[in-house]
C-alpha cells in the first residue's frame, strides 16, 4: 500500500531537549515536504526537498533542521524545541520535477506539545 | 502577510445543493493551483488543480474556477454529500521554472454538509 509514515503520531516534551519526527514514503517519490498546521493559519510549509541531498526552505523554517540522505527517508529535527512550535505536523510526497504541482501524498500527522 | 487567504472559515449547505468555496490569493507570480480536503485525524488528500492557462477543471462533482484578473479561484461541489464535510483548502505555487517546490496553503474553510 502506497504510505507517508510519520513518527511519533503524538508527543509531549519539554523546551530544549532535542528531537526528531521521522517521515518515510514507500512510492519512489523525489518530493517531500514538511508542513505545520496551526488554528487559522491553515497549513505552512517548513521545508521541502526535491530529491536526495537537496532541500530549502519554505515559509516558516526557523528552528527545524531536515535532512535527505535516502530518497525514502525526510526526518524533521527540532534541535532546541520551543513552545511556539507545539503544533500538528505533516509530511508529505510527490512524484516527479514538479514536486509542489503533484497532487501530494500526506502522512496522518504528527501532534507534538512543547512544555 | 498571508499570500493565499480563505476568507469564509466555514460553510454549511444541504445534501445535494452546491457548495461553493472561495479562495483569494496576491501573488500575481503563482501559476499552479491546487486544493486538498481534510478529514480529522488524517492527513489532507488532493481533490483538484488547475493551472494558470486555464480558467476551468472539472472532475466529476468538483469544478475548480480561476479568475486570473480577480486573483481568484473557487471550488464547485455539484451535488454536495454529507461525505464531503471535511476541511478544504487551496494552494497555491510557482513561478513555474524557478519554483516547483514551495507550496502556500491557505488558512481551510470548514464545510458541512447537512442530510
Not at chain 2, 468555496?21 to 491546487?34: E, K
Given at each position: 500500500e502506497?504510505?507517508?509514515?510519520?513518527?511519533p503520531r503524538?508527543?509531549i516534551?519539554?523546551?530544549g531537549k532535542?528531537?526528531?519526527?521521522t517521515?518515510?514514503?514507500?512510492m519512489?517519490?523525489?518530493y517531500?515536504s514538511?508542513?505545520?498546521?496551526?488554528?487559522?493559519?491553515?497549513l505552512?510549509q517548513?521545508y521541502?526537498?526535491?530529491n536526495v541531498?537537496v532541500t530549502?526552505?519554505g515559509?516558516?523554517p526557523?528552528g527545524?533542521?531536515?535532512s535527505?540522505?535516502?530518497?525514502?527517508?525526510?526526518p524533521?529535527?527540532l534541535?532546541?524545541p520551543?513552545?511556539n512550535?507545539?503544533?500538528?505536523?505533516?509530511c508529505?510526497?510527490?512524484?516527479?520535477?514538479?514536486?509542489s504541482?503533484?497532487?501530494?501524498?500526506?502522512?496522518d500527522g504528527?501532534?507534538?506539545?512543547?512544555? | 502577510d498571508?499570500q493565499?487567504k480563505q476568507?469564509s472559515p466555514s460553510?454549511?449547505?444541504?445534501?445535494?445543493?452546491?457548495s461553493?468555496?472561495?479562495c483569494?490569493?496576491?501573488?500575481s507570480m503563482f501559476?499552479y493551483?491546487?486544493w486538498y480536503?481534510?478529514?480529522p485525524a488524517?492527513?489532507p488528500t488532493?481533490?483538484?488543480?488547475?493551472s494558470?492557462?486555464?480558467?476551468?477543471?472539472?472532475?466529476?462533482r468538483?469544478?475548480v474556477?480561476l479568475?486570473?484578473?480577480?486573483k481568484?479561484?473557487?471550488?464547485h461541489?455539484?451535488p454536495?454529500q454529507?461525505g464531503?464535510?471535511?476541511v478544504?483548502?487551496c494552494?497555491?505555487s510557482g513561478?513555474?521554472?524557478t519554483?516547483?517546490g514551495?507550496l502556500?496553503?491557505?488558512?481551510g474553510?470548514i464545510?458541512?454538509?447537512?442530510?
Amino acid at each position: 500500500e502506497a504510505q507517508v509514515t510519520q513518527n511519533p503520531r503524538y508527543l509531549i516534551t519539554v523546551t530544549g531537549k532535542k528531537l526528531t519526527v521521522t517521515c518515510s514514503q514507500n512510492m519512489n517519490h523525489e518530493y517531500m515536504s514538511w508542513y505545520r498546521q496551526d488554528p487559522g493559519l491553515g497549513l505552512r510549509q517548513i521545508y521541502y526537498s526535491m530529491n536526495v541531498e537537496v532541500t530549502d526552505k519554505g515559509d516558516v523554517p526557523e528552528g527545524y533542521k531536515v535532512s535527505r540522505k535516502e530518497k525514502r527517508n525526510f526526518p524533521l529535527i527540532l534541535e532546541s524545541p520551543s513552545p511556539n512550535q507545539t503544533s500538528l505536523y505533516f509530511c508529505a510526497s510527490s512524484t516527479g520535477l514538479k514536486g509542489s504541482n503533484q497532487p501530494q501524498h500526506f502522512g496522518d500527522g504528527t501532534r507534538l506539545s512543547i512544555l | 502577510d498571508q499570500q493565499v487567504k480563505q476568507n469564509s472559515p466555514s460553510l454549511s449547505v444541504q445534501e445535494g445543493r452546491i457548495s461553493i468555496l472561495n479562495c483569494d490569493y496576491t501573488n500575481s507570480m503563482f501559476d499552479y493551483f491546487l486544493w486538498y480536503k481534510k478529514y480529522p485525524a488524517e492527513g489532507p488528500t488532493f481533490l483538484i488543480s488547475i493551472s494558470s492557462i486555464k480558467d476551468k477543471n472539472e472532475d466529476g462533482r468538483f469544478t475548480v474556477f480561476l479568475n486570473k484578473s480577480a486573483k481568484h479561484l473557487s471550488l464547485h461541489i455539484v451535488p454536495s454529500q454529507p461525505g464531503d464535510s471535511a476541511v478544504y483548502f487551496c494552494a497555491a505555487s510557482g513561478p513555474g521554472g524557478t519554483s516547483y517546490g514551495k507550496l502556500t496553503f491557505g488558512q481551510g474553510t470548514i464545510l458541512t454538509v447537512h442530510p
